[in-house]
């Protein structure tokens, strides 16, 4: 039973890096952010917390909580999984014990990618998403092609990306500290060729 919570900025690959994991364990991804979605999508989210969510505010705790109940209820997590976005905030990590807790589980461990602020920020804001196909790209590392028809995300725009990294290390300022404190923290430099990055993650998890 391998259950295991990845956290990283925005910028710090931990996609790439989740696919990984998940296949290196056979467990799945537990992204509360898609599940919050598909909830929406098929009417199963309680309708306090769809107004919520429909004027762009942060769903309860409690929220997030049942949804994940729900989904370890599912076969495929049987042998453990990765979490993917939560928790974000100390709250959210006491929530999440109590439910381990209630359900005989034990967390492994937290990985967090370390990446530079500033070769964040140079990653998220040189992508561009192309509209024909909506294949991602980079201007330095991964150029378009000629004929891509390329576009700015609004996510990636400096100023929405400073936003976004403000908000990431307010959220995980204490965070951090809590699992470390537990000796659950794994810190990998998340610096380099996904290749590299993903030989330290495994080190780190061996």
């Known amino acids: 039973m391998k259950i295991l919570i990845l956290v990283g900025p925005p910028g710090s690959g931990k996609g790439t890096q989740a696919e990984f994991i998940c296949k290196k364990f056979g467990?799945?991804?537990?992204?509360?952010?898609?599940?919050?979605?598909a909830a929406k999508r098929a009417g199963t989210l309680d309708k306090k917390y769809l107004e919520i969510m429909d004027s762009g505010r942060l769903v309860p705790d409690e929220a997030i909580i049942e949804l994940i109940e729900g989904r370890l209820q599912q076969p495929d997590t049987g042998g453990g999984f990765l979490l993917d976005g939560f928790p974000r905030t100390v709250p959210q990590a006491e929530a999440l014990d109590g439910l381990l807790a209630k359900k005989g589980l034990t967390l492994n461990a937290v990985?967090?990618?370390?990446?530079?602020?500033?070769?964040?920020?140079?990653?998220?804001?040189?992508?561009?998403?192309?509209?024909?196909?909506?294949?991602?790209?980079?201007?330095?590392?991964?150029?378009?092609?000629?004929?891509?028809?390329?576009?700015?995300?609004?996510?990636?725009?400096?100023?929405?990306?400073?936003?976004?990294q403000d908000a990431y290390e307010a959220q995980t300022a204490a965070l951090l500290p809590y699992y470390e404190a537990k000796q659950l923290l794994r810190r990998v430099d998340g610096v380099g060729k996904p290749d590299e990055v993903t030989s330290r993650l495994e080190a780190a998890l061996a």
């Open 27 to 37: 467990i799945p991804q537990i992204s509360t952010g898609d599940m919050l979605r």
């Open 111 to 164: 990985v967090q990618l370390d990446v530079p602020r500033g070769l964040l920020e140079e990653r998220l804001v040189n992508r561009r998403t192309d509209r024909k196909t909506g294949k991602i790209y980079h201007l330095m590392y991964n150029p378009p092609p000629a004929d891509a028809e390329l576009e700015h995300r609004a996510d990636d725009q400096p100023a929405t990306v400073q936003k976004r």
